[in-house]
C-alpha cells in the first residue's frame, strides 16, 4: 500500500511538470501536434495505438514528479528549517535554536511503538507538504511560460489569461497550503518535545 501511495503522489506531482513541458513544447519549440498526422507510425500511435504510449506517459510522469519533488525540497528547505528552529526547541528557556532537535523529535516518534497512529498522521501531512511545495513551483513555471509566450506573441489568444490567472491562484494556494501544512506538522510534534 505504501508504494502504491508513493506513486499516486509522484503522478500527482508530475502532472504539473508535464504540462509545463507540454505547454514548453507548444509554444516555445512550437511543436504542432497537426504534423504528426503526416508520418504513418505516429498516425497509428494517435488513433489506433493510442494505449501503447499510456504506460511509457506513466513512467514519465512519475519521472518528472520524483524530480520535482526533490528540487521544489531544496528551494523550500530554507523556510522549513526556519520554521523547524523556531517551533520545535529542547526544553529550557535559554534552549538553543536547532534543527537537529526537530529531527530527534521526528526519530522518536517513528521509533516508539505507541506513536504508530501519530506517525501515520506525520506522514500524511508530509505529502501535503511535498505537493504543496511541488505544485507552487509548476505553477509559478507555467505562470512564467504563458507570461513569456505573452509578451512575444504578435496575436489576442483569449485563453492564455484564465489560464495564468488560474496558475497564479494555483501558486497562491499551494503557498497557503505548504504554510497550513507545515503548521499542522510542528503542532502534531509539539506534545513530544521533551
Given at each position: 500500500?505504501?508504494?502504491?501511495?508513493?506513486?499516486?503522489?509522484?503522478?500527482?506531482?508530475?502532472?504539473?511538470?508535464?504540462?509545463?513541458?507540454?505547454?514548453?513544447?507548444?509554444?516555445?519549440?512550437?511543436?504542432?501536434?497537426?504534423?504528426?498526422?503526416?508520418?504513418?507510425?505516429?498516425?497509428?500511435?494517435?488513433?489506433?495505438?493510442?494505449?501503447?504510449?499510456v504506460l511509457p506517459l506513466l513512467s514519465l510522469t512519475c519521472?518528472?514528479?520524483?524530480?520535482?519533488?526533490?528540487?521544489?525540497?531544496?528551494?523550500?528547505?530554507?523556510?522549513?528549517?526556519?520554521?523547524?528552529?523556531?517551533?520545535?526547541?529542547?526544553?529550557?528557556?535559554?534552549?538553543?535554536?536547532?534543527?537537529?532537535?526537530?529531527?530527534?523529535?521526528?526519530?522518536?516518534?517513528?521509533s516508539s511503538d505507541q506513536t504508530t497512529a501519530i506517525a501515520h498522521t506525520y506522514l500524511g501531512n508530509r505529502v501535503k507538504i511535498r505537493l504543496c511545495r511541488v505544485w507552487a513551483i509548476h505553477a509559478s513555471l507555467i505562470f512564467g511560460l504563458l507570461a513569456f509566450y505573452e509578451s512575444q506573441s504578435t496575436e489576442f489568444n483569449p485563453y492564455t489569461f484564465p489560464f495564468m490567472l488560474l496558475c497564479g491562484l494555483v501558486l497562491i494556494g499551494s503557498l497557503i497550503g505548504f504554510h497550513v501544512a507545515t503548521n499542522i506538522e510542528l503542532r502534531w510534534m509539539e506534545p513530544f518535545n521533551g
Open positions: 500500500m505504501k508504494a502504491l501511495n508513493q506513486i499516486a503522489e509522484a503522478l500527482v506531482a508530475g502532472a504539473g511538470g508535464m504540462i509545463f513541458l507540454a505547454l514548453l513544447m507548444i509554444l516555445v519549440i512550437d511543436v504542432n501536434p497537426a504534423l504528426a498526422e503526416e508520418h504513418e507510425l505516429m498516425t497509428y500511435l494517435l488513433y489506433s495505438g493510442s494505449w501503447l504510449l519521472i518528472v514528479g520524483i524530480i520535482s519533488d526533490l528540487i521544489a525540497s531544496v528551494l523550500f528547505q530554507p523556510w522549513e528549517n526556519y520554521r523547524r528552529r523556531n517551533a520545535i526547541r529542547p526544553p529550557g528557556s535559554e534552549a538553543e535554536k536547532s534543527v537537529r532537535h526537530y529531527y530527534n523529535v521526528r526519530n522518536f516518534i517513528f
